[in-house]
């Protein structure tokens, strides 16, 4: 061991790992070892060709940015509910859940769309999301297949790279029980490599796939747009983002868009109350059912 900090953890794994419920971790109280449903739970379904089941951390964002974007393209038939789906209460292992992701994560999607015939399509991880909306509505992907390559590069880049940032820096920077200094320099070093990685090619490509705002676009900017403009894990100034220029510009260039700004307050449940609406189920709601606009009972 190198330095001080570590060499005084004294832990020696077991043989055999067994599973100790109170490790103390934010998350402590749901995680468990196993998969599969935990408690009958039936989900609410509403009047819209689909039905959303999220909330509003980067993986959900992606989804409702998706949505907002697809509708205001003038796509009417990517109208959709979007139900709370509380993962700190555990919803995410509820039966009627987990029958639409087995992995019991948001977001989860069911397609209800006539041109199903009756037969609905159930759809989980946010990539798999976002390329079927594509393919369904043939939007938000370039047509031409060199650039459509490159955007897909970008949609398994992030699906591949972003657990080194929600699951390792994040993780160990915001939730763990107390502070590490080895976990965190593994996982800043590499939150800092990929964006680096992303500072690099945006210094020669407006967008992810070059001049056509994506889905690549679409995946990517939850998590390092967010990153990098301090709106999660308030890591901005640790992280230096600052520093990624390149970067920065597309992040802010992003964040202007309506749509962006309305996906990012679907299934909010924190941060300013007229960016939170718990639960969209119209296009009026943005104006109607924010926090600040309701009463205490309604929310
Ligand atoms: N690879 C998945 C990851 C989804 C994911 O990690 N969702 C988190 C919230 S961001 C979740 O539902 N966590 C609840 C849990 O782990 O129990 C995707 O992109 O859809």
């Not at 196993?34 to 989804?63: C, D, I, M, W």
């Amino acid at each position: 061991m190198s330095n001080d900090n570590n060499a005084s953890n004294s832990y020696t794994p077991p043989k055999v790992w067994t599973w100790n419920p109170d490790n103390g971790g934010e998350w402590a109280s749901i995680n468990r070892p196993t998969a599969g449903a935990r408690h009958e739970q039936t989900l609410p379904k509403g009047k819209h060709p689909f039905q959303l089941y999220s909330l509003a951390t980067p993986n959900g964002q992606k989804v409702t940015i998706m949505f907002e974007e697809l509708l205001a393209l003038g796509h009417k038939e990517a109208e959709y509910d979007a139900h709370l789906i509380k993962i700190g209460d555990g919803d995410q292992f509820g039966s009627d859940f987990v029958g639409i992701n087995p992995n019991s994560k948001i977001p989860a999607l069911m397609d209800y769309s006539d041109d199903l015939d009756g037969k609905p399509q159930r759809i989980f991880e946010s990539g798999a999301i976002l390329l079927y909306l594509s393919e369904k509505f043939d939007a938000l992907l370039p047509k031409e297949l060199s650039q459509r390559t490159e955007a897909m590069s970008w949609l398994f880049w992030q699906m591949g790279s972003a657990p080194y940032i929600g699951g390792g820096f994040g993780h160990f920077y915001s939730y763990a029980p107390y502070p590490m200094e080895y976990p965190i320099d593994r996982f800043t070093m590499e939150a800092k490599r990929q964006l680096d990685v992303l500072d690099k090619h945006l210094a020669k490509n407006e967008f992810m796939a070059g001049d056509e705002y994506s889905i690549a676009d679409i995946a990517i900017w939850p998590w390092y747009g967010n990153l990098v403009l301090g709106h999660v894990y308030d890591a901005a100034e640790f992280l230096d983002t600052a520093s990624y220029k390149n970067l920065m510009r597309w992040a802010k260039k992003i964040e202007t868009r309506d749509a962006v700004k309305r996906g990012r307050m679907v299934n909010r449940t924190w941060g300013e109350p007229d960016e939170q609406l718990h639960e969209r189920h119209d296009a009026s709601d943005f104006e109607t059912k924010t926090q600040d606009k309701l009463e205490p009972q309604d929310s």
